[in-house]
C-alpha cells in the first residue's frame, strides 16, 4: 500500500489540520453537542426501521442512507414552553412573559422575605446570560432577591455578604467580551483580602468537562 492509500483509506478531516486548519472547527464542535444535548433532553427517539443496517452515504458530509427516526416530545416537556425556551429573548420585556411573568409575581409577593443572591455571566452567544437568567428565576422561586449582571460589572465589587454564581463561557482559552476585564482584575489581585470571604460557585459551559 502506498503512502497515499494510507493516508486518504478510511480517514476523514473535514475541517483540515495545522495552520490551514478551519477556524470554526471549535465553534461546530459547541453546536454539535449542545444540539445533541438540547434533543436527547426533550426528545425520546425511536427507529423507524429497527432491522436497519448502516449504509453511509457521501456528498459535502458524510451521512447514514435511508436513516430515519421518529422524535416524540419526552412526558414531562410542554410545547409551548418549549418553544418559548428555545427562543431567546434576552430583552427586558422578553424576560418576564408567560410562566416567567407568574414566576416573578410570585417572587414580588414575597420580596420582604428574600435572601440575596447575584449571578454573574460572561456570555458572547447570549447562552450564559440566557443560563444565568433561568437560574435567577429558579432561585428567586426558592426564597433569593437576585442581581444579574456581566461579569465586568463586579469589577473591585464582588459581593462578599451573599453567594455569588459565576457562569462563563471561553473562546480558545480567552474570556467572553463582557468578563475580560473582570478576568484582568482577577489576575491583578495581589493576595486574597479583596476575595475574602467571598461565598461562590463557578459553571463554565462549554463542551468538555
Known sequence: MSYWDILV????????NGMRGCIGRPFAWQEAVLATAMLLQNFNFRFDDPSYQLQIKQTLTLKP????????????????????????????????????????????????????????????????????????????????????????AAVNSVPTEEPVVMISSSYEGQPPDNAAHFVSWLDGLE????????????FGCGNRK
Do not use: W
Open 9 to 16: 483509506t478510511n480517514t476523514k478531516q473535514p475541517f483540515g
Open 65 to 152: 442512507k435511508g436513516f430515519f427516526m421518529h422524535a416524540m416530545l419526552r412526558d414531562h416537556i410542554d410545547l409551548v414552553y418549549l418553544e418559548k425556551m428555545l427562543h431567546v429573548d434576552t430583552s427586558k420585556e422578553g424576560r418576564l412573559s408567560g410562566k416567567d411573568e407568574r414566576i416573578a409575581n410570585l417572587s414580588r409577593s414575597h420580596s420582604e422575605a428574600k435572601k440575596p443572591m447575584t449571578i454573574l455571566y460572561g456570555s458572547n452567544s447570549g447562552t450564559c446570560e440566557a443560563l444565568a437568567q433561568s437560574l435567577a428565576r429558579a432561585a428567586g422561586a426558592r426564597g433569593f432577591k437576585v442581581r444579574v449582571d456581566p461579569l465586568d
Open 191 to 202: 493576595g486574597g483580602n479583596k476575595l475574602k470571604g467571598v461565598k461562590y460557585a463557578v
